[in-house]
């Protein structure tokens, strides 16, 4: 089987992507994994080696394609920490 990955946000287009997705692909054929980046975003680095930049956005093949694209991913990155001073305060 040949496996397709779907990033999505988890919003309601994102929904209705996944649900139009699970519809129209042929199971005996493709391998689709679904990732809701809102829920999983240990799995934005993953994505963004793959080169999604957009929500929702199929893998398949090593291709991206955007559908509907609305959310960037740099969205869902995890908060980075800073330790000592702010830079606004240096």
């Not at 809701?36 to 090593?62: C, K, M, T």
Request: aromatic share 6%; charged share 20%; net charge negative.
């Amino acid at each position: 089987m040949t496996p397709i990955t779907l990033y999505h946000d988890g919003c309601s287009i994102c929904v209705a992507v996944v649900e139009s997705m699970d519809t129209l692909i042929d199971k005996t054929r493709f391998a689709l994994r679904v990732v809701n980046l809102s829920e999983r975003r240990e799995a934005v680095a993953e994505a963004e080696a793959l080169h999604v930049s957009r929500l929702p956005s199929l893998v398949f093949g090593g291709q991206v394609i955007e559908i509907d694209p609305h959310a960037p991913i740099s969205d869902f990155r995890a908060p980075e920490w800073h330790v000592g001073p702010s830079p606004e305060s240096l």
